[in-house]
């Protein structure tokens, strides 16, 4: 009967972390570590409901990478991958640990920013395009410079989260980027 029980217990830990690991794989980029689609989409949907809920404005920023397409062609995919994975921290650590920072497509993230004023997500894009723009990625012997588009959309209480970031993709898509220093 221990033995049953010690076999039982070993079997559901097994199992849980396992489950607990295709969970992560299924919800997480693994390039950037960042949330990925299926992960955004889960976050968005309860962001959204708290936001209605609480009244409290909600802006995504809508991000593009415009150097990506550029640099993989003239630096190849290891020099393309270290720009993505170093954008992905200098968004990370330029934001609150309470934004939701997730990589939506090849070279395009999106940004949730709970209780912030759209006024306030434009302040905190340019904040974003000045850290992108000093920033050098890659490996020490080809150190790359990115620039990147934001646009900024607010929540709006009808929204699906279809619109909602479609606002934002909209934004971003004819925002002007900001030019990299030169490398």
């Given amino acids: 009967l221990l033995i049953t029980a010690i076999v039982l217990l070993v079997t559901s830990l097994t199992i849980n972390r396992y489950q607990d690991k295709v969970e992560e794989l299924i919800t997480i980029d693994k390039l950037t570590g960042l949330a990925n689609r299926q992960g955004l989409d889960m976050l968005i949907r309860q962001a959204m409901l708290e936001a209605v809920r609480s009244r409290d404005p909600l802006c995504a920023l809508f991000i593009v990478a415009e150097d990506y397409p ?5 630096h190849g995919p290891v020099v393309s991958d270290l720009m993505l994975q170093g954008l992905a921290a200098t968004l990370r650590d330029t934001l609150r640990a309470s934004d939701i920072v997730s990589r939506w497509g090849r ?18 894009a340019d904040k974003l395009r000045q850290a992108v723009a000093a920033a050098r990625y890659g490996p020490s012997r080809v150190r790359v410079r990115a620039s990147i588009n934001v646009g900024v959309g607010q929540f709006r209480g009808g929204d699906t989260p279809e619109d909602f970031v479609m606002r934002a993709e909209q934004a971003g898509r004819a925002a002007p980027a900001v030019a990299p220093a030169s490398a």
């Fill in 70 to 74: 550029a640099i993989a062609r003239q």
């Fill in 107 to 124: 070279n395009e993230f999106i940004v949730l920013l709970k209780n912030v004023t759209q006024e306030n997500a434009a302040k905190v």
